[in-house]
């Protein structure tokens, strides 16, 4: 498919929350944390909903692009953490912004929905379709159980977007690589609803917050993804050192180390930002790319690798030409 991806925006909570300040609400430490995930902080939202968030990347991207509201076909959202499940919060978005000719909804891939989100808008612009936005957002503060320590401490609010454009430049997917693992999906779960119908027998039992099997989890990333990203370079008729940046989900340091080694590659293509932001899920491929973006380190005519992977157990792997 053909496609550029020119403008990125981020929507970062004020409210930033240390290691040392969680060590005052719950039995941890900042050794702790950081030694395992390489996370020192990370942001949180005081008043703002995913919503807010997502509104504040589309208003960003309209303004850097130039591009009015009504020029937009669709917007997607990639979350976990909808506010709610009617209104879809794309739609949300929307409507907040006057998008009076684009069709919005939600992609639910936890962290890796943002790299389904994109593979899903790239089909979008092969199609009929000239331009859209695609958001990352996640207030993952509303899912996690303050009072558990092992899964508290890794996650973090934020939002971030690209918008994308059809362009018959050569830009756009060279490959890609999208997974499932359903019969792994119990190792992380989250927003369990509970079904309350007068014919229901079952034990109605809701469970709101996170809950993570860490091992299995992290076992199931060292593993699957880099057997993912082969499969995806393999489309693109690439070799890893034919990747300029590998932008992977920003989960845990020792995994993306591990991965970085598996592939030869050297660390400076692997780059990291979770001590900032911690674990952000659909919104850590975006915050990161935006980061690069801004810095130069990621620019037009570069070809990257975008890595989600995690809840579902999904994994997603999109080789892109910039
Ligand atoms: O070392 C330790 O004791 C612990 C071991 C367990 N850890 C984990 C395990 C899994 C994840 C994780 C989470 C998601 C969800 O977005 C996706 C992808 C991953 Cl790899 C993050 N941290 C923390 C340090």
């Not at 909804?105 to 962290?111: G, N, P, Q, R, T």
């Not at 380190?297 to 910039?322: E, N, R, Y």
Request: charged share 20%.
């Amino acid at each position: 498919e053909r496609f550029d991806i020119t403008h990125s925006a981020v929507a970062i909570p004020e409210r930033s929350v240390s290691n040392d300040e969680l060590a005052t609400i719950m039995d941890t430490s900042d050794e702790w944390i950081y030694s395992r995930t390489g996370i020192h902080r990370r942001h949180v939202v005081t008043d703002e909903n995913t919503s807010d968030l997502a509104i504040e990347v589309a208003q960003k991207l309209l303004a850097s692009s130039g591009l009015k509201a009504n020029d937009l076909d669709f917007i997607i959202v990639a979350t976990m953490s909808p506010d709610s499940l009617s209104p879809n919060t794309a739609s949300i978005v929307q409507g907040a912004i006057g998008a009076n000719n684009a069709f919005a909804y939600d992609i639910s891939a936890a962290c890796s929905g943002m790299a389904f989100a994109i593979s899903t808008a790239s089909a979008l612009l092969a199609t009929r379709y000239q331009q859209g936005l695609v958001i990352g957002a996640e207030v993952l503060s509303k899912l996690v159980d303050w009072q558990d320590r092992s899964t508290a401490v890794l996650f973090g609010d934020g939002a971030a977007g690209v918008l994308m454009r059809r362009t018959d430049k050569g830009q756009g997917l060279l490959g890609e690589d999208l997974v499932s693992l359903g019969d792994k999906g119990a190792f992380l779960t989250a927003g369990t609803l509970a079904n309350t119908n007068a014919f229901t027998n079952a034990e109605a039992v809701a469970d709101p917050f996170f809950k993570m099997d860490g091992r299995e989890v992290y076992n199931f990333a060292s593993r699957e993804v880099p057997i993912s990203m082969q499969r995806a370079l393999k489309r693109a008729e690439l070799s890893a050192d034919e990747i300029d940046v590998y932008i992977m989900h920003q989960a845990n340091s020792r995994i993306i180390k591990a991965i970085a080694k598996r592939f030869e590659q050297p660390i400076e293509k692997f780059p990291m930002n979770m001590v900032e932001y911690g674990n952000t899920s659909a919104a850590s491929i975006g915050i990161l790319l935006h980061e690069l973006r801004t810095s130069g380190q990621v620019q037009s005519g570069q070809k990257i690798a975008l890595v989600g992977f995690g809840g579902g157990l999904t994994i997603g792997t999109l080789i892109i030409q910039l």
